[in-house]
């Protein structure tokens, strides 16, 4: 079948092993780093492998979190034929051996051995477009999570230190809001000229007289303990540059959209918006490359875990779970906003004649998210609109 080397990924470096055919190593297993120098010594191997057998040499490693992601890089851009491994499959087939062995050696061994067993298929690609959009909507996901977390413990320390602030702004978290605060934190006497220049010329002269002197009314902070004070400002400082990088993220989003035409058709979902239609694109990549709705359910984790045995079937099952959480989160939210209200109307008809069967609330939501990822599947495979 060839030569391949069978690399297993670790985070900086790797162990491979080459092999001219089926078992028959070429030299000893080494080991690179994921530097320009290794990533040459793992090219001038692949060289020598073709020069002996007068094949093109095969790479088979397996997704190792991020830190297969360089050397996938540079594989794809020297044009080297590779194969990446799903972990499941892996451990599947290394559970087949008899000897309960693990080692970075060992697992090259088996990697190279899946692949003269036909077991590997060439793995999902999408363009470079698709990519950096994922890099974008997974950063903007973590930084999301990141400011929620600071926005509770700034409520938490507010409570304490001036539990009135928040009912002076409609929106504690706003620019404005906090650019105040920062002011109260610091000792200055918030005036109307100071709120009039955090607040812009968008509010009126009454609005910004009524905020000073509701402000001016407050409890004052050096009531609270310095600690206290400096936390809170400590809070206020890291919510405006979050907030400022989540700006600049979303930026980066719709600029990458705009190359994009799936995520224009997928915007046409009722509830889908620009960020939930540029998470799906990303996470989905090339619809195509899925023969059916039911492999792209699959890969979301969303297809039933059956369990049966002999006479017994169990009676209640529940979604595998082994597909990609982000593209379940995308989905789960899709379907809270397309119900919200009816405003997908097929998905809202859908979910109450599945309530209506007796089904619980959780079920009937995952049902939902099944639908809309069959509805998504039509749309991107087709290149047409949503259709109510």
Known sequence: MGPVVGLDVSKGTSKLQAFTDRNQPHGKIMSITHTEEGYERLSDLLEELKRITGMEAAVVLEATGHYHRGLVAYLERSGYRHYIVNPLQSKRAKGTQLRKVKTDAVDAWHLAEMFYRGDIQPHRTWGEEITELQHLTRQHEFMTSLLVQAKLNMRAIMDQV??????????????????????ILSGDTVTVEIIRETAGSSRGEAWIRGKAERIQALTPLNRSSKAQQTALRCMVEIILAQQKQLRQLEIAIEEMTL?????????????????LAAALAAEIGDASQFENPKQLVAYAGLD???????KFTASSSRISKRGSKRLRRALYVAVQCGLRKGINERLKAYYEKKRKEGKPYKVVVIACANKLLHHVYAILVKGEPYKA
Do not use: W
């Open 304 to 310: 039933p875990g059956v369990h049966s045995s002999g």
């Open 259 to 275: 190359m994009l035409p799936e995520v224009k058709l997928l915007k046409t979902i009722p509830g889908v918006g620009d960020k």
């Open 162 to 183: 001036c539990p009135a602030y928040e009912g002076v702004f409609h929106n504690l978290f706003s620019t404005t809001s906090l650019q105040v605060l920062r002011h």
